[in-house]
């Protein structure tokens, strides 16, 4: 038999291999368009962590010198890091558990719970913090603002009301997690991305027309320099921006598990980066020339939850029907924001559940979403433990999640190089070995850095409500 008859025994081992992943792949889920990825990945990303934390921060961190060094960040950091979770995700097409079992073996398998435990705790306040949006955004449309915003918030953002509409999100977000990911997020998330990026788009044009605006604009963005030589602030920049782009617990990681191989991790992770600070600038254009127009600069800086839920309320309540609709429609936009990113945070933990225990999805899906709504209970019955989970998950686990991250694509995996490349054309291979190197020095000694600034606060948090 001459050499060309012989089947080649390795060919059709690939082959076989290959059919069968793909099978596995196929009952798994799969995104069944690159946009419906893309989406669902910036969906994750795009949420309160953008209209309600980034104002914010931005405020208390110096402006538009907080604003550019935020850019510098996500895109030096951030971009990387999510990548590295795209390359585990996607080569091991497990979610976090599994896939860090499956790469380093049982050592690492704790990172896979620490994953799933911050995607318990983030959504357990995030859905209270969800709630009350939804209840902000009904109050609009069926009944106004009411003036005394400040007493109103107290009536509604603990107790019975909150723990209704906290309940209420996570029954929403179960059912649509619980469709599978074509049928489920990738349709939710095709349909409400856009929506969102229309109304926020129509109310920045919007609210340029208010009179006053300008002064907002200017606060944005003057840069204040002098701000941007604290080493905290840097670390507060970068803590944020985990949080934005929902690094640092799997949630891409999970997504890209069910990606295939054509795409470019590189473009996919700019793509999400830039929509996702999109979104947060334009976030800051909407607040603060609001903020000034109506006359509540006072509030700035106040508190997160104050600007938000008390000042912004109380401006719309005195412009009537106009702030009626402004408020109706901010409100909303941010509701969808939340719920994308709530099916993100849980499909986390439901898809960990399927890939570990074997269940359906539909167990899954509400297994965890019963844990976390049980979770939730506590931060909607008490303001300092929705705090206090708030810091030491996002600034504590996110970048101890993101280190972890960076060391094991960096260190431990074997080859991220050819999981990269795949999808990417060859001359961008110079810029994966660059991506490498920093994950491997670059991201962990940083993350070390911001770590020591924010222990400390998670520390102080945790204190402030179990100490006296
Ligand atoms: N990124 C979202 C926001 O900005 C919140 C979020 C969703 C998140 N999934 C996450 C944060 C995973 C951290 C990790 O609102």
Known sequence: MSEGHRPDPSVTAVGDADATRDAAAESRGHWSTRAG????????????????????????????????????????????????????????????????????????????????????????????????????????????????????????????????????????????????????????????????????????????????????????????????????????????????????????????????????LGQEAGIIAFADFGVAFTAGLLVFPIVFALGLQGAIGESTVGALFIALPSGFATIGTLGRVLGAVFFIALFIGALTSAISLLEVVTSSIIDEKGVSRRTAAIGAGVIIGLLGLWPATNLDALNAMDVVAGQVFLPLGGLAVAIFVGWVMKDPLEEVMQGMRPSARPWMVAWRWLLRIAAPVFLVLVLWTTVPAGWEAVRALFGD
């Open 37 to 264: 990825f893309i989406l669902a990945a910036v969906g994750s990303a795009v949420g309160l962590g953008n209209m309600w934390r980034f104002p914010y921060v931005t405020a208390e961190g110096g402006g538009a010198a907080f604003v550019l060094f935020y850019i510098a960040v996500t895109f030096i950091m951030g971009i990387p890091i999510m990548m590295g979770e795209f390359a585990i995700g996607r080569n091991t097409r497990l979610s976090p558990i599994g896939a860090w079992r499956k790469i380093g073996g049982r050592a690492w398998v704790p990172f896979g719970y620490l994953f799933v435990l911050t995607g318990l705790i983030i959504l357990g306040y995030y859905s209270v913090i969800a709630g009350w949006v939804a209840r902000y955004a009904l109050g609009a449309l069926f009944a106004g603002f009411p003036a005394e915003a400040g007493e109103h918030f107290n009536q509604i953002a603990t107790g019975a009301p909150a723990i209704a509409f906290h309940i209420g999100f996570m029954a929403l977000t179960i059912a649509i997690v619980m469709g599978g990911v074509e049928k489920g997020i990738e349709r939710a998330s095709l349909l409400m991305m856009p929506t969102l990026f229309v109304l926020i788009v129509g109310l920045a044009v919007w609210v340029s027309t208010m009179s006053g605006s300008g002064q907002g604009y200017a606060f944005y963005l003057t840069p204040d320099f002098g701000e941007l030589l604290r080493f905290d602030i840097l670390a507060e920049a970068t803590a944020q921006a985990f949080f934005s782009l929902s690094l640092g617990m799997g949630a891409l990681l999970t997504f890209s598990s069910y990606l295939g191989k054509k795409q470019s």
